[in-house]
C-alpha cells in the first residue's frame, strides 16, 4: 500500500478517534459527578473539559481536511479552525497552570481522573496547540495541490446544515459508544448470569464505531468502493443492525433489568435521571446510519 498524506491523515483521524471515545467515557463519569455533586468543581474540571471538546474538534477538522469540498473550503478549514483550535487548547492550558499556581491542583499529578491528571491533559493541550498552530500556518501558505480531491456537497444550504450537524452529533455518540464498548471488556463481570445478554450489547456498543470506521475510509472515499458496491455493503450493514438490534429486544424481554444489574456504570446519567434511553439510542445508532448509507447511495444513482 502506497503511503500518502491522504492516508496518514485517515490513520490519524482513526487514532484520534479511538483516544476520545475512551476520554468520553471519563468526561460523562466525571460530568455525572458534577451533577451530583454539592460543592463546586468547575474551577478543577475546567480544563479537561477544555480538552475534551479540543480533542472533538480536532478530529471535526480532520475530516474535513480529508474530504475537502473544494480548495477555498480547505484553506478556510486550515485558518479559521487552525485559530479557534489554537484559543481553546491555549486556556486549557492557561487554565491548568492557573490552577497549579492557585493549588486547586496540589501538584503536576494530583491523581483525580488518572494517575497521571493533570498533567496528561495538560500534554494533551499542548500537543493539540502544537497541531492547531500547524494548522493555522498551513492555512496561510496554503497553495492548492493540483492532485488534491474534493468532495463538494450535494444539496441547499439548509440540507448542508443538518448533515453537519448530524455529522458531528454521529461522531459524537458513535465516540462515547465505542469507548464504553471498550471500557466493557475490562469492567464486565465475566460470572453474571446475564452474560449472553451482556454480549448482545457489547456486540452493539461496537457498531456503532465500526460505522465510523467504515464511513471514513471505505464510504467516503472515491477511488476505494464504486456506487454499487457501496450500496451492496450498506444493505448488508443495516441487515446486521436490524438482527443485532433485534437480538437486543429479544435480551430485554427474556432479562428486562439486566442493563441495570450490570451495564448501569455505562449509561449513568442515564439511569441516574431514570430516562431509561439507552436501549433505544443503541438500536437507533445501530439502524440509522447504515439506512442513510444506503439512502445515499439511491440518491447518487438517480442523479446518474
Request: charged content about 15%; some cysteine.
Amino acid at each position: 500500500m502506497k503511503i500518502t498524506k491522504h492516508l496518514v491523515l485517515l490513520i490519524l483521524e482513526s487514532l484520534l478517534y479511538i483516544l476520545f471515545s475512551v476520554i468520553t467515557v471519563t468526561a460523562l463519569g466525571s460530568f455525572n459527578n458534577f451533577l451530583g455533586s454539592t460543592d463546586s468543581v468547575l474551577k478543577r474540571m475546567l480544563p479537561f473539559y477544555l480538552s475534551v471538546i479540543s480533542l472533538f474538534y480536532l478530529l471535526i477538522v480532520l475530516h474535513l481536511i480529508i474530504f475537502p469540498k473544494d480548495s477555498q473550503k480547505l484553506k478556510l478549514t486550515y485558518k479559521i479552525n487552525g485559530i479557534i483550535l489554537a484559543g481553546l487548547s491555549f486556556f486549557a492550558v492557561l487554565m491548568t497552570i492557573i490552577n497549579l499556581i492557585d493549588k486547586t491542583y496540589a501538584s503536576l499529578v494530583s491523581g483525580v481522573l488518572s494517575s497521571l491528571f493533570p498533567l496528561d491533559y495538560l500534554l494533551l493541550d499542548l500537543a493539540i496547540l502544537g497541531a492547531s498552530i500547524y494548522l493555522t500556518l498551513t492555512g496561510f501558505r496554503y497553495k492548492e495541490d493540483p492532485q488534491q480531491v474534493y468532495y463538494p456537497f450535494q444539496g441547499g444550504k439548509v440540507k448542508k446544515v443538518f448533515s453537519s450537524f448530524f455529522l458531528g452529533l454521529f461522531f459524537l455518540l458513535s465516540s462515547y459508544l465505542t469507548g464504553a464498548f471498550l471500557s466493557e471488556i475490562f469492567i464486565a463481570n465475566y460470572g453474571s448470569s446475564t452474560w449472553f445478554n451482556m454480549f448482545i450489547l457489547w456486540l452493539l456498543l461496537g457498531v456503532p464505531g465500526f460505522f465510523f470506521f467504515y464511513h471514513e475510509w471505505f464510504f467516503m472515499p472515491k477511488a476505494f468502493l464504486n456506487k454499487e458496491a457501496k450500496k451492496k455493503v450498506s444493505l448488508i450493514l443495516l441487515i446486521i443492525g436490524c438482527v443485532l438490534s433485534l437480538s437486543f429486544i429479544i435480551a430485554l424481554l427474556v432479562k428486562p433489568n439486566f442493563i441495570v444489574e450490570d451495564a448501569t456504570a455505562l449509561f449513568p446519567i442515564d439511569y441516574m435521571k431514570s430516562w431509561n434511553l439507552a436501549p433505544y439510542l443503541l438500536s437507533l445508532m445501530a439502524i440509522l446510519p447504515p439506512f442513510c448509507f444506503f439512502l445515499t447511495t439511491l440518491k447518487k444513482e438517480e442523479k446518474k
